[in-house]
Each structure stands twice: as C-alpha cells, then as structure tokens.
C-alpha cells in the first residue's frame, strides 16, 4: 500500500522559509515522476514543482527562484524548499507520485495528470 505524509507546513510571515516533508512507503521516490501542487482556498489545484526519474525539476513561473523541489532516495523522502514567502503562497500543499514520466507542462485548473498517489496536505499560512 503506497502512503505520502506530508508536514512542515506552519504560519510565517512573509519572507519567511519553510521546508515541507513527503514520507514514502510503498512506492520508490525515483520510480516515477514525483510533485508539490497546492490548493488555496476558493481556487483549483495547482502544480508548483515536479521531479522526474533522473532528478530533473521544473518549477512554476510563480515559485521559480523561491522554492526547490528536490529528494532523498536513502530515505524515501520527497522535500519542497521554501524561501521568500509571500501571502500568495498560502495555500494546503500535497505531495503526489506517479508510475510514469513528468508532463511535459505542469498542471493546473485541478488537474491530476499521471498522479495517482496523494498525501492528505499541510497547510502554509503567510502573513504579511
């Protein structure tokens, strides 16, 4: 049975950094393409960063320079690096996994794509 656990996910001011967790059983985190997407409220899911089988990465034009998806294979573990934050960030983050390649274009407008395998979220909260 794959499960992804996110945490990380606190309150901070803006400018503030966060480091979100995914923990993996169940499924090899270089298997298949791994994601970050996010869900504010009143809005669809989006896709912020993905991860490929030979650690290739592709952020979002709104996170690009800010967050690094990036990781562990030893430990199982997939992270999301988040610097400079801004209110705009808020959102619940959830970690994805797939058996398949990346797609070509990160996905938005609640898509899923090849994703099958979710965590449950962590919520970010950014104040000004």
């Known amino acids: 049975q794959v499960q992804l656990v996110e945490s990380g996910g606190d309150s901070v001011q803006s400018g503030g950094s966060l480091r979100l967790s995914c923990a993996v059983s169940g499924y090899t985190v270089s298997s298949g393409c791994m994601a970050w997407f996010r869900q504010a409220p009143g809005k669809e899911r989006e896709e912020v960063a993905q991860?490929?089988?030979?650690?290739?990465?592709t952020h979002a034009a709104s996170v690009r320079g800010r967050f690094a998806i990036s990781r562990a294979p030893a430990k199982n573990m997939l992270y999301l690096q988040m610097n400079s934050l801004e209110p705009g960030d808020t959102a619940m983050y959830y970690c994805?996994?797939?058996?398949?390649?990346?797609?070509?274009?990160?996905?938005?407008?609640?898509?899923?794509?090849?994703?099958?395998?979710w965590g449950q979220g962590t919520q970010v909260t950014v104040s000004l």
């Open positions: 994805a996994a797939s058996h398949y390649t990346c797609p070509a274009s990160l996905l938005n407008g609640g898509q899923h794509g090849p994703f099958v395998y």
């Open positions: 991860i490929d089988m030979i650690g290739t990465t």
